[in-house]
């Protein structure tokens, strides 16, 4: 199970800063890779940020995050986290994280895996 939050308004304008969080349950965290995707209107979900398992112990960031996304783990609360920056118009979407079981973050923010994915939360970046 997943429950995503913003820790920040969700309406944010250009050059602004969000941070997300996902709180999960239900699967043992540290052996998976746990990541954030983003679907926009009529596009297609893109793996945004991922972090694989404590024993891969690696991040993958979509190339326009690089630089302004950070995605980090707390372990102790089963919780992921996305801090973003120099946010863009461009970054607006429905965010959601997901989580993938052989712990690997290229696998699951590339699409080729994924075991469980929450509902999600909205991002508006204005111009």
């Known amino acids: 199970m997943f429950s995503c939050r913003r820790l920040g308004g969700g309406l944010v304008q250009a050059g602004g800063s969000l941070r997300l969080s996902c709180a999960t349950s239900?699967?043992?965290?540290?052996?998976?890779?746990i990541g954030w995707f983003r679907q926009a209107p009529g596009k297609e979900p893109e793996g945004v940020a991922c972090?694989?398992?404590?024993?891969?112990?690696?991040?993958y960031y979509a190339d326009p995050v690089k630089g302004r996304f950070t995605i980090s783990s707390d372990k102790d609360k089963n919780t992921v986290y996305l801090q973003m920056n120099s946010l863009k118009p461009e970054d607006t979407a429905n965010y959601y994280c997901?989580?993938?079981?052989?712990?690997?973050?290229?696998?699951?923010?590339?699409?080729?895996?994924?075991?469980?994915r929450g509902k999600g939360t909205q991002v508006t970046v204005s111009s």
């Open positions: 239900g699967f043992t965290f540290d052996s998976y890779a």
């Open positions: 972090i694989g398992s404590s024993d891969e112990g690696t991040t």
């Open positions: 997901a989580a993938e079981s052989l712990g690997n973050d290229a696998i699951l923010c590339l699409g080729y895996g994924m075991d469980y």
